[in-house]
Nanobody
Framework: QVQLVESGGGLVQAGDSLRLSCQAS????????MGWFRQAPGKEREFVSA????????HSADSVKGRFFISRDNTKNTVYLQMNSLKPEDTAVYYC??????????????????????WGQGTQVTVSS
């Protein structure tokens, strides 16, 4: 059983940066593919970024490409989401997710929430205009 705890959210102004962290415990972190998702009020959960078990393969949603960057440090059991040039439409609760099968599949990444087995509780990001 993997436990995921997100941190780093907050209230910022448009154009600012934030770095989210997701600390994993209870499993061998390098066995898991990881992803970040977000959910705004009244909207469905949407894909943000994903990273393979080694960090060699990443994929991001078009809405955040060039602004958000995902990375991981397997020695610290942590995945990061560096968010730059934040916009009010980035306001949401951000969740990290993990899946063993993605990690087992080598360099696979997925943007489908249904592909992830473990989820954190989320961290709020609010961007004011």
């Amino acid at each position: 059983q993997v436990q995921l705890v997100e941190s780093g959210g907050g209230l910022v102004q448009a154009g600012d940066s934030l770095r989210l962290s997701c600390q994993a415990s209870g499993g061998t972190f390098s066995n898991y593919g990881m992803g970040w998702f977000r959910q705004a009020p009244g909207k469905e959960r949407e894909f943000v970024s994903a990273v393979s078990w080694s960090g060699s393969n990443t994929h991001s949603a078009d809405s955040v490409k060039g602004r958000f960057f995902i990375s991981r440090d397997n020695t610290k059991n942590t995945v990061y989401l560096q968010m730059n040039s934040l916009k009010p439409e980035d306001t949401a609760v951000y969740y990290c997710a993990a899946d063993f099968l993605l990690g087992y599949s080598g360099s696979s990444v997925s943007q489908m929430p249904s592909d992830y087995e473990y989820w954190g509780q989320g961290t709020q990001v609010t961007v004011s205009s």
